[in-house]
Every structure is written in C-alpha cells, then in structure tokens.
C-alpha cells in the first residue's frame, strides 16, 4: 500500500544497492579490482554491478510503500566491502603470508618431474615441509598445445632480451613470464645478466641464510589465494638487506641450490631502491 510516508528500510536498501553499484563502476574504471580479483573475473564483476542498479532501481520504487518494518542492523554487514573497496593501497605483504612461495610458477606442465609430495606441500607451492624432486628438462609447449592444455605457461613475445650482451631487462608487465620462461630454458640462460625488479621475500623454512627473492604476489583467482613467486637470488649479506621493500636486482643467472633441489638462481651484484609497480600482482596465463 502506498502512502506519502517513506519506507526507511526499504529507502536503506535502494541507497545501499546503488553504492555497490557504484562501486563496481569504480572498480571497473580504475582498474582498482585487480587489489581483489584476477582480471578474467571483470565480467563477473560486470553483470553484479548491473545486477546492484537494477535491484536500487527496484527498492527506490517501493519507497512509498509499507509494509511490516525490520530493523537494518543486521544487513551493516554488507558496508565492510564497501569499506575495503575505500581503502587506499589496499595490497597483501608477501612477507606476511602462511610461508607460501612458488618457486617455478610454469611447472604444472613444465619441467616437474619425479614430484615427492610431503605435508605442508601443495602443488608448486612451498609451505615449509622438505621435499625433493628432480628438475628434468623438456621442450616447452607450443602455442597450439598450450591452448589444449590446462597448463599456466603460454609462449609469449618477451621483450627486453639482448642476446649481444646477454642481459635480460625484464619489464614489469612481463614479471611473471619472463621467470616462467627462465625455468622453461634454464640452460639457454645460464651467464645472462639479468634485471629484476621485485619485492624483497625471504623465508627461512626453505631459503639459505643469504637468499632471497625479488618477487611479485601471483593471484590465480583471487587476493586469497596469493603468494609470492620470483627467483632465488644469492646475496653476500641478508643482514644488509631491507625486506618487503620493492628493489631493482642486477645479478647473473646460474644453477644453483634451494631447498635441496638445483634451479636457476640469481648471483645478485648490485641491488638498488625501486618504485612498486602500478600492480603488484601477477596473473598466470
């Protein structure tokens, strides 16, 4: 029944629908939802958003309706993730997650061979049991495999490889498949100089005493399940060294130990202050 009393609750939800709108405009626009999701899930966030208007649209219809009043203590809940969509550099610390380190990101198809699975151990990420597998090495796919498979590694155009001076400069776009590529061809870039850019991560439970890990935060489908990856880089003096700041590292690329097994590592020459990239995520192909 309408009458010229306004329905609060009823108004309360119209306001409330049209924030989450509005928020996911925000989200979309900004680019802001990648602190949150992996890109792929934009179109998800797409059809809720419009889900949002159409539900305020549906309430501020009903403003002037009554009907048997409820209190809308119990929905202030739903405004936390309005909260956290207004936090500023809202990001995940690496340093502070539950151990977890993704050692060789491409190798759900690539290169794993012989995999000893322990407690504590998932997959390719460490979480602070011993384990031991062998490194065998194998031609990567081709785009076409790759396609057909459910494998992270896609063949990608890498940019910043000069084979003259063997130096790798690895732009932050290409963070993620230029590490990935580096484990595919591991030989092909032993004594390359490479550059990398990266925050600094170690974790006693399977790095050495002077190692750590110029890495970026890899999210496969959302903030949760995030955890860092990167490569090993021997340092002279940990002790020197600022963790969870973000650094440019310049070493050259050898075979070398962590954890009990033989990967790539960076012999780390000169590491120097760097500004975060605009994300700190990465996202497998």
Known sequence: MKNGTVNYRTLFFAILYLAFGAAGIYLLISGAY??????KSAKY???MTVIFFIFSIVEFRRIFRQGQFEPVSGVLVFMIPLALIATPNLSVDGNHLATGFVANPGAS???VAGTEKKRGYDGNVYRGESMTFTIEEKKPPTLEEANQSNSFYRPVELSGLDEATKTITVDNAQFYDWVTEIFAHTDQYMGYTIKITGKLFHNDDFMGPNQVVPSRLMMTCC????????LIADVADISNIKLGTWALVTGTLKRGQYNGQTGPVIQVTKIE??????NEYVYPK
């Open 109 to 111: 198809e690539n290169g």
């Open 34 to 39: 990648l602190r949150f999701v992996t890109p």
């Open 45 to 47: 966030l797409v059809f």
């Open 273 to 278: 202050s760097a500004s975060a990239p605009e």
């Open 223 to 230: 903030v949760a399940d995030a955890v860092p990856c990167g």
